[in-house]
């Protein structure tokens, strides 16, 4: 689904409860810098939750746009989302950031990319980053075949991803939107 190299970032929908996770690791080309780092953020009065895979510093220029977004949009999620793609795809500034984000409230989790793709999963997960299809696919599974809460599913998913995934630590933040 993505092309940014390392990092997992992990969103799971069950019963009205959504969580996102992401692990610590920060790495420059083949060397890790720092280890704990916290990639998911609460926006929007703690209403919404978003992760990102990417560039930090483009990454936080994103939150910090999206939360805009949010706030002109009275915390509209969706309205949000399909504004801000549009920003990130026509702006010329906007358009080289190099990071994706996955964004949830209480009925949405969805995916952002600067292509302007604005995506919402058919199976209630989504994942990014270069870990993303390892905690997916752990994911999906243990939604099949367990009654795990969504924030169980995203540690123990992030925690398959941290064991295959070099680019992905077990040093995890997940928050949760009940």
Same mark, same amino acid.
């Given at each position: 689904?993505?092309?940014?190299?390392?990092?997992?970032?992990?969103?799971? @929908?069950?019963?009205?409860?959504?969580?996102?996770? +992401?692990?610590?690791?920060?790495?420059? +080309?083949?060397?890790?810098?720092?280890?704990?780092?916290?990639?998911?953020?609460?926006? /929007?009065?703690?209403?919404?939750?978003?992760? /990102?895979?990417?560039?930090?510093?483009?990454?936080?220029?994103?939150?910090?746009? /999206?939360?805009?977004?949010?706030?002109?949009?009275? +915390?509209?999620?969706?309205?949000? !989302?399909?504004?801000? !793609?549009?920003?990130?795809?026509?702006?010329?500034?906007?358009?080289?950031?190099?990071?994706?984000?996955?964004?949830?409230?209480?009925?949405?989790?969805?995916?952002?990319? %600067?292509?302007?793709?604005?995506?919402?999963?058919?199976?209630?997960?989504?994942?990014?980053?270069?870990? %993303?299809?390892?905690? @997916?696919? !752990?994911?999906?599974?243990?939604?099949?075949?367990?009654?795990?809460?969504?924030?169980?599913?995203?540690?123990?998913?992030?925690?398959?991803?941290?064991?295959?995934?070099?680019?992905?630590?077990?040093?995890?933040?997940?928050?949760?939107?009940?």
């Amino acid at each position: 689904m993505d092309k940014i190299i390392g990092t997992t970032i992990l969103g799971v @929908r069950r019963n009205n409860k959504i969580s996102i996770g +992401g692990d610590g690791q920060v790495t420059l +080309g083949h060397s890790v810098l720092k280890s704990k780092a916290s990639k998911i953020r609460k926006l /929007f009065e703690g209403k919404v939750i978003a992760g /990102f895979a990417g560039s930090t510093a483009d990454s936080f220029t994103l939150f910090e746009k /999206f939360e805009e977004r949010l706030k002109s949009y009275k +915390g509209n999620l969706k309205r949000a !989302a399909v504004e801000m !793609a549009k920003d990130w795809r026509s702006d010329k500034i906007l358009r080289r950031l190099e990071a994706m984000i996955v964004v949830a409230d209480k009925e949405n989790l969805l995916v952002l990319t %600067g292509m302007g793709d604005v995506l919402e999963p058919d199976d209630d997960v989504i994942a990014i980053g270069s870990g %993303g299809n390892y905690a @997916r696919s !752990a994911a999906l599974a243990l939604l099949q075949h367990t009654e795990m809460k969504p924030k169980q599913i995203v540690e123990a998913s992030l925690k398959i991803a941290a064991e295959i995934c070099v680019y992905t630590n077990s040093n995890f933040v997940i928050e949760e939107v009940k």
